[in-house]
């Protein structure tokens, strides 16, 4: 029988994995985290529940406040959609990344939306301006709020490690590096063979939710501390067309009716995905059972 939930509040996290198949690491055994399982279709899904909690627990987000943050498209759909929820008015300045669907996403949760700048950090900023200027609106700061990564250190590297307790690698992409900053520690932690293996946007390529820090996107200090620590123990540059070959594989398969991609045919795939799934794939050479978020 299916749990019933109280709210879909409770819905957020312990995502599914399922196997991903491919010719190239045959071998490997390579599972995909179904982030996209979350309410709102991506793993922002998390940071945003733990950011907007920590701020009513800590009094900063009180009725008639509005909810504002800069995102680059999913923590925006979140705080648009969980916000409504809540009760709570929402405002997110978003990025040129920002994509048509989640544009549209974020207006029929009715969001208050304004385009502006090319890197998420810029909204910040204005973020932080129109809060100083307005106490009304609660700001969240997504970039530099702890509860961000310390929404995939309670949630997420539990999940994983229950799951699959002797994970080779685990691979995810950047944007806050909130995700794989307290997912990394998690694993350092608890399972310190586990390898942590990060994706960055390669020179000149847009790709939301995932920094080109080589081009000069803000380097948050959830980054840093992957870098310093140092948490992960590789990282790797995605080129737009590496995370571009899995939907046209995927659409070949179709084509000639073969399965040779099955789990890629079970779910949404988005760009994200992709370069974490890339950056998998760079590193199977080394582990037996890898996942990749
Ligand atoms: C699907 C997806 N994966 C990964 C990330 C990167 O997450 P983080 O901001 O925690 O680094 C994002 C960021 O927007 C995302 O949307």
């Known amino acids: ?22 010719d190239e690491v045959p071998d490997v055994r390579i599972l995909v985290k179904l982030e996209s399982f979350n309410p709102t279709g991506s793993i922002k899904d998390r940071a945003c529940l733990y950011l907007i909690r920590n701020a009513i627990r800590t009094g900063r987000l009180v009725p008639g406040k509005t909810i504002l943050d800069a995102s680059s498209g999913n923590m925006a759909c979140a705080l648009a959609y969980f916000g409504r929820i809540l009760g709570y008015p929402v405002h997110v300045i978003c990025n040129t990344k920002l994509t048509e669907d989640k544009r549209g996403f974020i207006r029929y949760f009715g969001a208050g939306l304004e385009v502006f700048g090319d890197i998420t950090v810029e909204g910040n900023r204005k973020c932080k301006e129109l809060a100083d200027a307005d106490d009304t609106y609660c700001f969240m700061d997504q970039l530099h709020d702890r509860s961000n990564p310390q929404a995939s250190y309670e949630t997420l590297g539990p999940e994983i490690l229950k799951d699959l307790p002797r994970v080779s690698a685990v691979a995810g992409s950047m944007g806050s590096g909130g995700s794989m900053c307290g997912l990394a520690r998690y694993m350092k932690e608890h399972s310190p063979a586990t390898m942590i293996i990060t994706s960055q946007a390669a020179s000149g390529t847009k790709i939301p939710g995932t920094g080109a820090f080589v081009d000069g996107d803000y380097v948050t200090p959830f980054i840093e501390e992957l870098r310093n620590t140092p948490l992960y123990d590789d990282t790797f540059l995605v080129e737009m067309a590496s995370a571009q070959r899995y939907t046209r594989l995927h659409g070949q398969t179709q084509s000639t009716g073969e399965l040779r991609w099955p789990s890629v045919r079970t779910f949404s795939w988005g760009m994200e995905s992709r370069t974490a799934a890339s950056a998998s794939l760079y590193r199977a050479d080394c582990p037996e059972e890898g996942i990749s978020l």
């Open 1 to 22: 029988m299916a749990a019933i939930h109280e709210t879909m509040l409770d819905l957020v996290g312990n995502t599914p994995m399922v196997r991903f198949r491919t």
